[in-house]
């Protein structure tokens, strides 16, 4: 069975996490193992556990409440990797896809990013995000403004 990592940051349960829960039954059926990994407690755990979706905990906030440095939160996802061994890891951010960039890359695993949001970002940030197999942008305005700011135009797809 081929298998899929989901990556995200937070807890939290909504407009983009909504989305990516309702193609779930789709990418099942076509043959794909789920996991998701995220913060072991919110509203995404919840609904994960109501779906009976494999939950991977993960954390990238200390017990002090402040999220770990980047290197800190990449050594976090490369130990995941290893352990988890998936056939291609899904970033459901932006910011996700510039921290799991370098790391999916080293590792040699397929990666997709997905890029809801139009931020400008540094030179370093977007050779990050670059680093991913595949970039994908809910609209064309979204994948054309990183493009103009350096995103690999060959790389970045839209999907609706």
Do not use: W
């Not at 509203?43 to 409440?65: C, N, W, Y």
């Not at 949001?117 to 970039?135: E, F, G, H, P």
Request: include cysteine; hydrophobic fraction near 45%.
């Amino acid at each position: 069975m081929r298998d899929v990592l989901i990556i995200c940051e937070y807890p939290t349960l909504n407009g983009g996490e909504r989305s990516m829960l309702s193609t779930f039954s789709a990418i099942q059926a076509a043959g794909y193992r789920i996991r998701v990994a995220a913060p072991a407690v919110g509203d995404l755990a919840d609904e994960l556990r109501r779906r009976q979706v494999e939950h991977v905990p993960l954390e990238l906030v200390g017990a002090d409440g402040i999220r770990k440095d980047q290197a800190a939160a990449r050594e976090t996802i490369a130990e995941l990797l290893s352990a988890a061994q998936p056939g291609l890891v899904h970033a459901n951010s932006l910011s996700m896809g510039r921290l799991i960039g370098p790391v999916v890359a080293s590792h040699n695993i397929p990666s997709v990013a997905h890029i809801r949001d139009i931020v400008r970002l540094s030179k370093q940030a977007m050779d990050d995000v670059n680093q991913n197999t595949r970039l994908i942008a809910v609209s064309n305005a979204t994948r054309d403004a990183h493009v103009a700011n350096g995103l690999d135009a060959q790389k970045a797809h839209v999907v609706h």
